[in-house]
């Protein structure tokens, strides 16, 4: 290290790096089909299209009001669900609570479930269950435990040692230990992560719902698809208003929580 | 009432972290462990909750009811059984931080209540009500509704010699109850304890020699995972010195010794 590292020519070293990335950009531009002039003719094409989406068909927003119910109903049934069954996946993948086979299969399952995203989870339960609101459900369901899971497991392990031994020290079972001394430390945290959860389910089920899983995400898409697109304009607000909503609702529940003086 | 014979742990290389730790408590007394870091003050303690396993020998006592525990071969229901006669008072910050001052307290009890209970149904009236006496007498009743994490290290100490009480023990094993004090609050410690040894005996492990000498019965030094001094609390300074080695008032207050439940 000397003065030169600090030196406005140091940049030229990068020369050669930054025309090896240029020439990068270019070949995967022409192996993609990019094509400027059609960038810029779909873009004039949209510009004239978005005549189409104004003025917002208001007409259509009482009827619209049922699907975002839905919408909201179905994260408000997931993101519980999810929670619950994280503690169980957090318990079993902590490394202070379970044996190591358990923690392994358990850590193993919850980055399965963060690593496939929500649609590819709905896609495979339609198999099962069909479209609809509860194969949506299910799926923001599952997805939630990938994340919430994990936070859970983490939280646990964090936890001193001394303090569970020092509550085993008086005789308590295991399950006294974790009831009295585990849930106590982590629910608190967990109650804050999955409030965060919801709002980003509120986000993925306006997704999920447009291939099919019901409620607002359903309806913009049909408006599109039936070339309704002051219908789809309205749809559209109202799936920012519900993300907006919760995230201001969800964030003003955060800092509560994480301020108040106990949970169990 | 609590009896440890021929206490003896080894490291798989035959190293003795506990050699041969023989002794006694009985009813009112209050008994001082003293010895340098890594002495095996600590690993007597955890031996005689069963939360470490040891080689030779065992740790015996009688509880309520007749009947003899051996807590160093047993395990499961029937160590948990022994365990509620025995009220650990651990290091204040080994209490459960987001729990109320009185729910870690009545954590005391949790060896006596039927598990399934003790998940749907949480505590009594009666038993909050015993707790908070146990509260009371640590001067602490007016902290019960407060969160333990907002405590200082003097009252979180005092929480858990409340907590301990609260268990109703045939005897206490004191985890460095002062360690981590100002003088001012140790003292106060000291002074909690000393009345309470009378009813129930105490056996604690400590670092200030002059306070073991003014408040308890009994001393009993550990050098090296053996006992070289059992006998009177006034100590001189020779034999302090033999206690700790050549650094005697050093190893006395600055050592921070890992704790009865550390690692």
Partial sequence: MNWSDYSPRRYSRHALSVAILLAVIVAASWLCEVNLSDLIKGFSKGLSMLGFFFPPDWSAFSEMLQPALVTIVICLVATPIGATVSILFGLAGARNIAPPWLRLSSRSLIAVERGLPEIVILLLLVAAFGLGPFAGMMALAIGSIGMLGKLVADAIEEIDARVLDSVAAVGATRWQVIRHAVLPEILPSLVANSIFRFEVNIRASVLLGAIGAGGIGYELNAAINQLEYSRATVAALISLLLVFLSERGADYLRAKILTSRSLA | ?263
Avoid at chain 2, 2 to 24: E, Q
Avoid at chain 2, 117 to 136: H, I, K, P, Q
């Fill in chain 2, 1 to 263: 009432m609590l009896d440890v014979r021929n206490l003896t742990k080894r490291l798989p290389d035959g190293h003795a972290l506990l050699n041969d730790i023989s002794f006694r408590v009985d009813k009112g007394e209050f008994v001082a462990v003293l010895g340098a870091s890594g002495a095996g003050k600590s690993l007597t303690m955890r031996a005689i909750v069963g939360l470490t396993s040891v080689t030779h020998g065992e740790v015996v006592f009688t509880g309520e009811t007749g009947k003899v525990y051996r807590t160093t071969s047993i395990g499961g229901k029937e160590l948990r059984r022994a365990r509620r006669n025995i009220g650990v008072i651990f290091q204040g910050c080994n209490l459960v931080k987001r729990l109320t001052v009185l729910d870690n307290v009545m954590i005391g009890r949790l060896g006596r209540i039927h598990p399934l209970r003790s998940w749907l149904y949480g505590f009594t009236d009666r038993e909050a009500a015993e707790a908070m006496v146990a509260l009371d007498r640590v001067g602490l009743a007016d902290f019960a509704a407060r969160l333990t994490g907002s405590l200082s290290g003097g009252e979180m100490q005092r929480v858990a010699i409340a907590r301990a009480i609260y268990q109703r023990p045939l005897f206490y094993l004191a985890d460095e109850p002062i360690a981590s004090l100002d003088p001012k609050n140790a003292e106060s410690i000291m002074r909690l304890l000393q009345p309470l040894a009378r009813e129930s005996p105490i056996l604690g492990t400590f670092h200030q020699p002059e306070m073991v000498m003014r408040y308890c019965t009994r001393v009993l030094a550990i050098k090296k995972g053996k006992i070289i001094y059992d006998g009177s609390p006034r100590l001189s300074s020779g034999q302090l010195a033999e206690i700790y080695g050549d650094e005697i008032g050093l190893a006395a207050t600055a050592a921070a010794e890992p704790s009865l439940v550390g690692s």
